[in-house]
């Protein structure tokens, strides 16, 4: 990149390629919605965003939790019917969602033919018929559970076609490696995944089809709508990178077939036949971002050389290490993730030719105004021996003493969520502390349940471990409950979500808290998330733990933050307790926050995007609470200022690329442009000097052969020929005063336009005053020593900064040394911090590791720099329920 002729080719290359583009803004305010209820009025944002679905190709919704997508997809599938775009539209939601989703559609369109699936329609005896009537039948939409979906086989064929396709390309990953020599550890990854698709593959030839149910393409649905499509974000990828966190090379079978149907339907639509909708689209990890993209922009990422993962990585992301603490909440470790990305506004122009981004910040939705409170509990001294242990089970583990059947890092990470959550989960013979983040949590929905009683105010706890069971052992949801009720709540103001165990139940319980009847509802995030629309009376959501995404905690409070809420203000409690596994939860959040924030609101406006917005610093704040070393608020602080000025630093370098560039070219470019142009106007002043005017003012004009001596009848003459021009290009018609004449239209200005050419070219502005025409040709031919000073002026100007240039280029970085002080701080807070103590293998590289661009753009794939291993504590991709 130093070399000034590499840099201008390989910008030159990667500009055609990715910043060629601009994404298309939609305006759906024309849209005239027939049979849509008339009661109803979309907003801005619904209207346009019909318009992309209608205008554009595939499409994702990702609008904020409680945006109205419901109503965006059933309104683009009824319009793009009337208008010819599609004639069947199939909806695929979630499972327990499929009635309500039923209900508002016919809430928006009472006359639409819908078509819905019951739990029975898909059972072995009843599937076939069904199918029948999906294709058979003229239904303005079919709405069937996300289960269904993948119940509705390929043909066989494309099934076949699907899996050898992913063996040709672990084929080829294998053979790259080996020319490459890659690691023996990639390559056998490699193999194994080759075998595993063979023997999918062999049984998927040798299984007898006895259920000879009616295929996907033989339905005659040829749009797709895909509500809570983030449930299909693991999708197969084949990948030389390893030991990465947030990567994964397994699949789900629901994500396959999902990406089967989508690539038939991009087959027989042009691309425009599906259609995303979640309020995260990115809940986990930066790979999201390119699944979704494989699932609707596959055409576009083949046109740009992108298909497979390490060419997109190594284009837009980069592997970094970072310090964090470890999962057992006494150290802190190196550990490699794919955290960063590069190239935003390339990324988000290609990304967003499909993605219709609307956040809570661009809506203005009518949303009550939250207050965040993090509440911190203090760990009573058997936590604290209970996390000691852990850090001893985890160093057993670490250094292979014990078999993984007995313990391994899954286990110590479930039970430090469980001992941070409350220590009787470990034993229930253990006293109860009275200052947990349970009891405290207790206190303050005791307190909030007295205040509201007037209004009947609702509250939710959300607690995704232990779940009411109904075997007899200690769980957190009695235990509040039994407190609440020994309190003063009556019990049957008290519910959980799991006793919800049918659609009619979750409806009437869902009408019971509406109407303030249920007053206290505790449940989890996948049963009391997406589709819990229980708003009207909340004033406050309890978290007594955390998940892994961030996600999580959208949809949790999506439930409260959400329009219908008659409440102006409402509160949310986030419950960590200090010195425990809370800690890790929450920086795990902030990794992850970070990326999502920086891809949805595009707030970054440099083209690396590391720092840390104001959201996820409220991570980091909670971390630093609960961590309870002030070293690590010092780190963190450092951390960031860090960031910044390796930003500045950047952004520093890039001026001095940019300066090079304008020395090595365009400052040279402009002032041999400027001499010349100062040469030219010297020798037409002597051309006109030779053909003065006569006496009376006009030495005559020659137009189309004849000479014209009177100023008026050139005048005319001229503008005549103007009327006579065939067409907008410029027509050669005579001369005057030595100098070529011609005449042309201009089509931007809207104006004839005379040009003298001599050594240079001076067009005139003409008007219908043949008189006028003349006399602005004399001024033009006038003032030649205005325009020669004018340009000596320009060409000092080019020289002064070009030395002035010459001289920034060789300036360091400002803050050079600010830099070196914060940075050596920083690695010596990483060193008193403990990172990494527990490993006895070798520290990876500081250093970012990320293949190079042009390698991507010729799809050639380097050979990339071996990274060290480091055994992961735990798998933060998985869910620890």
């Not at 911190?376 to 993984?404: C, F, N, Y």
């Not at 059947?405 to 430090?416: I, K, P, Q, R, W």
């Not at 200052?435 to 009683?453: D, F, R, Y």
């Not at 050979?863 to 869910?879: I, L, Q």
Request: hydrophobic fraction near 35%; glycine fraction near 6%.
């Amino acid at each position: 990149w130093q070399d000034p002729q590499r840099r201008i080719a390989l910008v030159k290359q990667y500009n055609e390629l990715f910043n060629s583009t601009r994404p298309r803004e939609y305006d759906g305010s024309h849209i005239k919605f027939v049979g849509m209820n008339p009661e109803i009025t979309l907003r801005e944002h619904q209207r346009n965003a019909i318009a992309h679905v209608l205008y554009g190709g595939n499409t994702l919704l990702a609008h904020e939790v409680g945006a109205g997508k419901t109503y965006e997809m059933a309104a683009s599938a009824m319009e793009a019917k009337r208008l010819g775009l599609c004639q069947k539209s199939l909806f695929v939601v979630p499972n327990h969602l499929t009635e309500q989703w039923a209900s508002e559609f016919l809430n928006l369109y009472p006359n639409a033919k819908l078509l819905v699936a019951r739990r029975k329609d898909f059972e072995t005896a009843n599937r076939k018929k069904f199918c029948a009537r999906i294709a058979t039948g003229d239904y303005d939409a079919v709405i069937i559970g996300h289960s269904q979906f993948e119940r509705i086989p390929l043909s066989f064929e494309r099934q076949e076609r699907i899996i050898q396709e992913q063996i040709y390309e672990t084929l080829a990953a294998i053979n790259e490696l080996k020319v490459h020599a890659g690691e023996n550890f990639s390559i056998k990854q490699m193999e194994k995944t080759r075998k595993t698709l063979e023997t999918k593959l062999e049984k998927l030839r040798s299984d007898e089809r006895k259920d000879d149910v009616i295929t996907f393409e033989q339905l005659g649905v040829d749009r797709l709508f895909v509500d809570e499509s983030h449930f299909y974000k693991n999708l197969f990828l084949t990948t030389k990178m390893r030991n990465v966190a947030g990567l994964s090379t397994s699949e789900a079978q629901k994500s396959s077939d999902m990406f089967g149907k989508c690539r038939y339907l991009d087959e027989i639509t042009g691309g425009r036949g599906v259609v995303f909708a979640t309020g995260t689209p990115v809940s986990n990890s930066m790979t999201e971002l390119y699944t979704v993209m494989r699932y609707l922009q596959y055409s576009t990422l083949q046109q740009k050389k992108l298909t497979h993962f390490d060419c997109w990585a190594s284009t837009f992301g980069e592997t970094t290490t970072a310090i964090e603490l470890a999962p057992e909440g006494t150290g802190y470790r190196a550990r490699t993730r794919f955290a960063k990305f590069f190239n935003l506004p390339e990324l988000m122009s290609m990304f967003k030719e499909v993605a219709d981004i609307k956040t809570s910040d661009q809506l203005h939705l009518p949303v009550p105004e939250a207050k965040f409170e993090t509440v911190v509990a203090k760990p009573s001294e058997i936590q604290k021996e209970m996390v000691q242990e852990l850090s001893k089970r985890a160093a057993e583990i670490h250094s292979g003493t014990v078999d993984a059947f007995v313990d391994n890092m899954l286990c110590v990470t479930n039970d430090g969520r469980k001992i941070g959550l409350d220590v009787r989960l470990m034993n229930p013979m253990l006293p109860d502390d009275p200052n947990s983040k349970l009891n405290v949590c207790v206190q303050n929905v005791l307190k909030i349940w007295e205040e509201g009683k007037d209004q009947k105010l609702t509250q939710l706890l959300f607690c995704d471990l232990s779940t009411p069971k109904n075997d007899g052992n200690f769980n957190v949801y009695d235990d509040i409950r039994k407190k609440l009720v020994a309190a003063g709540v009556p019990e049957n103001e008290i519910e959980f979500i799991h006793n919800a165990d049918t659609e009619a139940k979750k409806a009437a319980l869902f009408s019971k808290v509406r109407s303030g009847d249920v007053r206290v509802l505790l449940g989890s995030t996948a049963k009391m998330g997406a589709g819990t629309n229980v708003q009207s009376q909340l004033v406050a959501v309890h978290h007594l733990d955390v998940g892994w995404k961030p996600s999580d905690m959208t949809q949790r409070n999506g439930r409260i933050i959400r329009q219908g809420n008659m409440n102006k203000e409402v509160k949310v409690f986030n419950y960590v307790t200090e010195g425990t596994f809370d800690s890790y939860l929450f920086q795990t959040l902030e990794n992850k926050q970070r990326f999502i924030s920086q891809i949805m609101t595009s707030k970054s406006p440099v083209r690396s995007c590391e720092d840390v917005d104001e959201q996820a610093l409220s991570y980091a704040e909670i971390k630093a609470l609960c961590a309870g070393n002030p070293l690590i608020k010092e780190k963190m602080d450092l951390d960031v200022q860090v960031a910044k000025l390796k930003v500045l630093k950047a952004d520093h370098q890039s001026q001095k690329f940019r300066l090079q560039d304008k020395l090595l070219t365009k400052f040279p470019a402009d002032i041999q442009e400027t001499n010349a142009y100062i040469a030219g106007v010297k020798a037409d002043a002597q051309l006109a000097a030779a053909h003065p005017q006569v006496q009376e003012g006009f030495c005559g004009m020659t137009i189309k052969g004849v000479t014209y001596d009177e100023k008026k009848t050139a005048g005319e003459r001229l503008v005549l020929a103007c009327s006579e021009l065939p067409n907008a290009e410029e027509k050669v018609i005579g001369s005057y005063r030595g100098f070529e004449l011609s005449l042309r239209f201009d089509t931007f200005r809207s104006e004839y336009q005379a040009i003298l050419k001599g050594q240079r070219r001076y067009p005139i502005a003409l008007g219908t005053d043949p008189l006028g025409n003349i006399i602005r040709l004399g001024n033009s031919l006038n003032n030649f020593p205005e325009r020669i000073n004018s340009a000596e002026n320009e060409l000092a100007t080019l020289h002064q900064q070009q030395a002035a240039a010459q001289i920034e280029v060789e300036k360091p970085f400002p803050q050079e040394e600010e830099l070196a002080e914060k940075s050596a701080r920083l690695a010596e807070l990483n060193a008193q911090l403990d990172v990494d103590e527990k490993s006895h293998e070798p520290e990876q590289e500081d250093a970012p590791r990320r293949p190079s661009v042009l390698a991507a753009l010729e799809e050639k794939s380097d050979k990339p720099e071996p990274v060290k291993p480091f055994r992961s504590y735990y798998d933060k991709d998985g869910d620890a329920r």
